[in-house]
């Protein structure tokens, strides 16, 4: 597959794919071609820079460390943005839901059967996966 930079007789610029570079003008002799915005089939190539593979990309990266780069920086915000509460978390959780205390995001520990009382009582919540979670919170069971 081969994307065009594309302009019509009416200087609309747009882009287009196509299985090879012989496509283009065969598509584009038989009026198959036309511009997205106007409707004129007048379209011609734009200048465009080639795209170059190489065997490596500068920009790829393993999945899995990307996703623990990404998780280091969501534990950096929870860290640096919550209010970490330990295992007082439903009970904190409870009373910013029920306006005793004053709003403010929390993150702490709740056991399984906390987390689904909450759960019911409609109190805003949610378990963060394993790798997400700051160091200084621990699970409780």
């Not at 610029?13 to 915005?37: K, M, T, Y």
């Not at 734009?46 to 534990?75: C, H, I, L, N, W």
């Not at 019911?120 to 919540?125: Q, S, T, W």
Request: aromatic share 8%.
């Amino acid at each position: 597959m081969i994307r065009y930079a594309l302009i019509c007789d009416g200087s609309h610029e747009f882009e287009a794919w196509f299985r090879n570079s012989d496509d283009f003008d065969v598509q584009s002799g038989q009026g198959l071609v036309e511009c997205p915005i106007c409707g004129s089939q007048d379209v011609r190539k734009g200048v465009m820079a080639p795209a170059v593979a190489t065997g490596k990309s500068s920009k790829s990266q393993d999945p899995q460390k990307a996703m623990m780069e990404f998780a280091g920086k969501v534990r950096q915000h929870i860290s640096k943005n919550f209010d970490y509460v330990g295992d007082r978390f439903a009970r904190e959780a409870r009373a910013i839901h029920e306006g005793e205390k004053p709003e403010r995001a929390i993150y702490g520990e709740t056991t399984p059967a906390e987390s689904k009382a909450l759960a019911e009582e409609g109190v805003p919540c949610a378990p963060l996966p394993d790798p997400f979670v700051p160091p200084q919170a621990k699970k409780l069971n």
